[in-house]
């Protein structure tokens, strides 16, 4: 049972315009939420974590929100850059599962020049 | 520099052969992770040791084993008891209890 939910496979968006990917769980849990990026035939990299103490992290043009209640977070890139093109990926981890990350399926991110 | 070095990065493989996958990290990290991608679906995790000489499955762990001798090497083999062995394969490490899952480049694994 997928624990973490990406339920966007791709997403276009307008160079400039704002990327929302979006990402759903369902362990209660979970109380350490992260996103990669991806490249392929790469290894992921780290981009921004959030407590669940905290409803907002923000890294540059990165921001990371999440809900608790509706156990939803959202990742926004504001302003998006053709570079930012990649597999996104969110993961969840907590206390209570052992120090395993559990990883959505990916959303394929398209910035259009 | 520190980080998670996997070797190698492509590797073909017969069938009913087993092939070792090595994965080396400098960052004195006592977690280490093995996670398998496959096209339209995340990463699922196969085995993961959080401290030298122990280890868990994880949700795939069929056809795969590991072993922890050393702190810094945690190899993965994949044996010919994998039904589907042909995927990219990563490996992590994370400070025990903090923070996030530190990647290596991944290994390309086909079976031919």
């Known amino acids: 049972d997928q624990q973490v939910k990406q339920n966007s496979p791709s ?45 907002k992290n923000e890294d540059g043009r990165f921001t990371v929100f999440l809900n608790k209640s509706a156990k939803h977070l ?18 969840a981890s907590g206390m ?12 394929s991110l398209t910035v259009i020049p | 520099d520190g980080g998670i070095t996997q070797s190698p990065k492509y590797l073909f493989r017969k ?14 990290h006592d977690a280490m992770y093995w996670y398998r991608q496959d096209p339209g679906q995340g990463l699922r995790l196969i085995y993961y040791s959080q401290i030298v000489n122990d280890f868990q499955k994880g949700d795939i762990a069929e056809g795969y084993s590991v072993s922890r001798e050393k702190k810094e090497s945690f190899p993965l083999t994949v044996t010919s008891a994998q039904k589907n062995p042909t995927a990219f394969y990563l490996c992590a490490s994370n400070p025990q209890g903090t ?6 480049e ?3 694994l086909t079976v031919l």
């Open chain 2, 99 to 104: 923070g996030e899952l530190f990647f290596g």
């Open chain 1, 74 to 91: 959202s990742l926004h890139i504001v302003p998006s850059q053709p570079g930012d093109s990649a597999v996104y990926f969110c993961a």
């Open chain 1, 96 to 107: 209570g599962t052992g120090n395993q990350f559990y990883f959505g399926t990916g959303t």
């Open chain 2, 106 to 108: 991944g290994s390309r």
């Open chain 2, 15 to 28: 069938e009913g052969q087993n092939v070792t996958l090595s994965c080396e990290q400098n960052l004195n």
């Open chain 1, 11 to 55: 997403l276009s968006v307008q160079e400039g315009r704002i990327s929302i990917l979006n990402c759903d769980y369902t362990n209660s849990m979970f109380d350490y939420f992260l996103w990669y990026k991806k490249y392929p035939a790469e290894g992921p990299t780290f981009l921004i974590s959030i407590s669940s103490i905290k409803d």
